[in-house]
């Protein structure tokens, strides 16, 4: 098992927004200065900081990695970052306007938490409000790059510890949810510094095995002789509604 404690200073470091998932959030959900955000699992407050300068909404991150959280607090004056935990929520019935959680539902489906979790989120949603689940799904995890072009040991990895888009929805329409939709973000860059990759400051990377890894490196170093690696960074935005 992954302690999140141990790497969160290479998570803060190395982790960013994702442009294609933060416009998305942006123009499909209820924010802006009078509502309320929950984010659930937010390590150390990217997305919800970025929502909070951009709209001006006031937020909760929770997340169970206090060093995380340790990280996401100087960030803002504003939000109020928590220990928690996404099968139980510690807020009242209709609190939030967006309930929130990005890279984190394969984490809470691994100890079959997710049901739980959807019934949460519908819970402590005003009527009308929208849960968002940011994910990768098999199409996703196939077509990574850079990870799965230079680590393609990871792909078999995260297939397994992944749902499926399939039953992701089944789960959100069992706990109440209509309106449900998915969107496929995509944001193309170039990777001139791999230290992120040297740092693993990618879940995946800590779940193959050292030569793999090294493997992957290598070839990656050897690639950036050449100028930037161009990359393709792909999210699975998962939308639901409370009616």
Same mark, same amino acid.
């Given at each position: 098992?992954?302690?999140?404690?141990?790497?969160?200073?290479?998570?803060?470091?190395?982790?960013?927004?994702?442009?294609?998932? *933060?416009?998305?959030?942006?123009?499909?959900?209820?924010?802006?200065?009078?509502?309320?955000?929950?984010? =659930?699992?937010?390590?150390? $407050?990217?997305?919800?900081?970025?929502?909070?300068?951009?709209?001006?909404?006031?937020? %909760?991150?929770?997340?169970?990695?206090?060093?995380?959280?340790?990280?996401?607090?100087?960030?803002?004056?504003? *939000?109020?970052?928590?220990?928690?935990?996404?099968?139980?929520?510690?807020?009242?019935?209709?609190?939030?306007?967006?309930?929130?959680?990005?890279?984190?539902?394969?984490?809470?489906?691994?100890?079959?938490?997710?049901?739980? %979790?959807?019934?949460?989120?519908?819970?402590?949603?005003?009527?009308?409000?929208?849960?968002?689940? =940011?994910?990768?799904?098999?199409? =996703?995890?196939?077509?990574?790059?850079?990870?799965? /072009?230079?680590?393609?040991?990871?792909?078999?990895?995260?297939?397994?510890? %992944?749902?499926?888009? $399939?039953?992701?929805?089944?789960?959100?329409?069992?706990? $109440? /949810?209509?309106?449900?939709?998915?969107?496929?973000?995509?944001?193309?860059?170039?990777?001139?510094?791999?230290?992120?990759?040297?740092?693993?400051?990618?879940?995946?990377?800590?779940?193959?095995?050292?030569?793999?890894?090294?493997?992957?490196?290598?070839?990656?170093?050897?690639?950036?002789?050449?100028?930037?690696?161009?990359?393709?960074?792909?999210?699975?935005?998962?939308?639901?509604?409370?009616?």
């Amino acid at each position: 098992m992954i302690d999140y404690n141990k790497i969160a200073q290479e998570y803060a470091r190395h982790r960013q927004t994702h442009p294609g998932v *933060l416009r998305n959030v942006i123009e499909k959900s209820p924010v802006g200065r009078e509502t309320v955000v929950l984010d =659930v699992g937010c390590g150390t $407050g990217n997305y919800l900081v970025a929502l909070e300068r951009e709209t001006g909404c006031r937020g %909760y991150g929770i997340d169970p990695s206090e060093e995380m959280l340790a990280r996401a607090r100087p960030r803002s004056t504003i *939000l109020d970052f928590r220990q928690g935990s996404a099968e139980t929520l510690d807020f009242a019935d209709s609190s939030f306007d967006l309930v929130m959680s990005t890279d984190v539902i394969h984490h809470v489906h691994r100890t079959g938490g997710c049901p739980a %979790y959807f019934r949460e989120a519908y819970r402590v949603l005003r009527p009308g409000g929208k849960v968002c689940t =940011v994910t990768d799904s098999e199409w =996703v995890i196939m077509h990574r790059k850079p990870l799965t /072009f230079y680590f393609p040991e990871t792909v078999e990895k995260e297939v397994q510890r %992944y749902p499926s888009m $399939g039953t992701l929805q089944a789960m959100m329409e069992k706990a $109440g /949810f209509t309106e449900i939709e998915e969107d496929l973000e995509e944001f193309q860059y170039e990777l001139a510094d791999i230290q992120a990759y040297r740092d693993k400051a990618f879940s995946s990377l800590h779940l193959i095995s050292e030569d793999a890894w090294q493997r992957g490196l290598a070839r990656m170093e050897e690639d950036l002789r050449s100028g930037p690696i161009p990359c393709t960074a792909y999210y699975t935005v998962l939308w639901g509604t409370k009616p």
